[in-house]
Each structure stands twice: as C-alpha cells, then as structure tokens.
C-alpha cells in the first residue's frame, strides 16, 4: 500500500474532484493544508488524513506528512 501526500493552500473545489477521481480508494490520502481555513466543506475520500496547519512551507509541510504516514512508501504529489 502506498500513501499519497498533497499539500493545498486555498485549493479549488474542482481541482480536488478531479484529484480524488485519479487516487482510487485502495490507496491513502494525505492532504496537509497550509491555510488557516479548514476543508470541512469537501466531500473526501474515506482513507483521507487531513492535517491543519499555518503558514508552513512546502518542505515542512511534507515533513509533517511524512511523520504521519504509516505506510512504508509515499507518494508525494505537487
């Protein structure tokens, strides 16, 4: 199994559809938003971690994705 890593800042609502239609449901989703506001109002997939943070760059972004991930391989998408 393989984890997928997105970070989003003020992501689009269609952008993420078409996202979650590429990522099938076997796989794990990672999204690490780097915006004060959350993403309540998205209808996720049910393997999704979302993690809530400030203004972090990208690379601490991913760090943090990385600390959560509990598979052994990531896959981190940009």
Do not use: H, Q, R, W
């Not at 794990?28 to 780097?34: D, G, H, P, Q």
């Amino acid at each position: 199994m393989i984890s997928v890593i997105l970070v989003v800042y003020k992501p689009k609502e269609k952008l993420l559809k078409k996202f979650f239609k590429m990522i099938n449901n076997k796989n794990n989703l990672i999204i690490v938003n780097v915006n004060y506001n959350t993403l309540n109002n998205f209808n996720l997939l049910k393997k999704t971690k979302i993690i809530n943070t400030g203004n972090d760059d990208y690379g601490a972004a991913i760090n943090l994705a990385l600390k959560k991930c509990k598979t052994k391989y990531a896959l981190i998408s940009k």
